[in-house]
């Protein structure tokens, strides 16, 4: 059996009984239920749809989601998150090239790093290095003041760990964010790189070796071997191309409001749903978030 999910932005609420019950019907799905009330619906049918990724680009038309999984095994034991454009709303090391004033700059070379046109390794280098001599403080000043979640994600990791899951945080950003989010947020563990600092300023190398794209699927196979955790009981979330690796081998790796080359790849695509989404493609309603 397999499940299809259908999600809407939760400010819109725009997911409608008649959107639903077309759908439903078109495919003869089982009884729908309701996740959350105009926001997430879901039905049960015997086989993957041949017109899946047609009923998909019509969705998008309308503002939501649709998701098709296997009903088995859908409810993960272990969560994988990226941060940055993830779990908060920026990219902090374009905030940090802001206050240096080197921020369009910046912001080109993430954009084109996380479509996959550049090596992340050189690009973080280059972005890293236009960061020299900032003052360690503008750390704490973005943090504060630049800083935002992205909606939903207390109530996945919350909602996750209450039901036995481990959550693990995995940038290619910096651990003087990661440490920050992590622990706002309840994950367990967080791996990143880490800001070289001399005479309280940056400096503008990166600490060696960089946490890239294999770095994250190396968290993986970590984690899910010292868990004892099959890679289908892992769930992944991110939105670059560094996270392809990872998003592939786990059992559901969600593209979440992910880069259109990112997306491309990926069979769960998360564009007008938050992190909530996450918990509603695998079955919960809104009744059980913690």
């Known amino acids: 059996m397999f499940t299809a999910t259908l999600i809407a932005d939760p400010k819109e609420a725009n997911l409608d009984q008649g959107t639903l019950d077309a759908l439903c019907g078109a495919w003869g799905g089982g009884a729908a239920r309701w996740l959350n009330p105009n926001v997430a619906a879901e039905f049960m049918v015997d086989r993957v749809p041949s017109n899946r990724w047609e009923a998909w680009e019509g969705l998008q038309g309308l503002g939501v989601d649709l998701v098709v999984q296997p009903t088995e095994g859908r409810r993960k034991q272990m969560l994988l998150a990226d941060m940055d454009?993830?779990?908060?709303?920026?990219?902090?090391?374009d905030e940090l090239a802001d206050v240096a004033g080197v921020g369009e700059r910046v912001k080109e070379i993430t954009a084109r790093a996380m479509n996959g046109e550049?090596?992340?390794?050189?690009?973080?280098?280059?972005?890293?290095?236009?960061?020299?001599?900032?003052?360690?403080?503008?750390?704490?000043?973005?943090?504060?003041?630049r800083i935002s979640f992205m909606p939903g994600g207390h109530d996945l990791v919350a909602t996750m760990k209450a039901n036995g899951a481990y959550?693990?945080?995995?940038?290619?950003?910096?651990?003087?964010?990661?440490?920050?989010?992590?622990?706002?947020?309840?994950?367990?563990?967080?791996?990143?790189?880490?800001?070289?600092?001399?005479?309280?300023?940056?400096?503008?190398?990166?600490?060696?070796?960089?946490l890239g794209r294999e770095a994250k699927v190396q968290a993986l196979l970590e984690i899910s071997e010292k868990l004892k955790l099959d890679h289908a009981q892992v769930m992944a979330v991110g939105d670059g191309a560094n996270?392809?690796?990872?998003?592939?081998?786990?059992?559901?790796?969600?593209?979440?409001?992910?880069?259109p080359s990112v997306a491309a790849e990926c069979?769960?695509?998360?564009?007008?749903?938050?992190?909530?989404?996450?918990?509603?493609?695998?079955?919960?309603?809104?009744?059980?978030?913690?």
């Open 85 to 93: 454009s993830t779990m908060i709303q920026q990219e902090c090391i």
């Open 118 to 145: 550049l090596d992340f390794e050189g690009a973080l280098t280059e972005r890293v290095g236009l960061l020299k001599g900032l003052p360690e403080s503008v750390i704490s000043e973005v943090i504060e003041k």
């Open 167 to 210: 959550c693990a945080l995995v940038s290619g950003g910096f651990t003087a964010f990661t440490g920050f989010v992590a622990e706002t947020l309840g994950f367990d563990e967080n791996r990143a790189n880490l800001l070289l600092v001399e005479d309280g300023k940056l400096t503008g190398v990166p600490s060696q070796p960089i």
């Open 243 to 259: 996270d392809l690796g990872m998003l592939k081998l786990a059992g559901a790796g969600v593209a979440l409001h992910a880069k």
């Open 267 to 290: 069979d769960i695509r998360i564009n007008f749903g938050d992190l909530s989404a996450l918990l509603y493609i695998q079955g919960y309603a809104v009744e059980d978030f913690a």
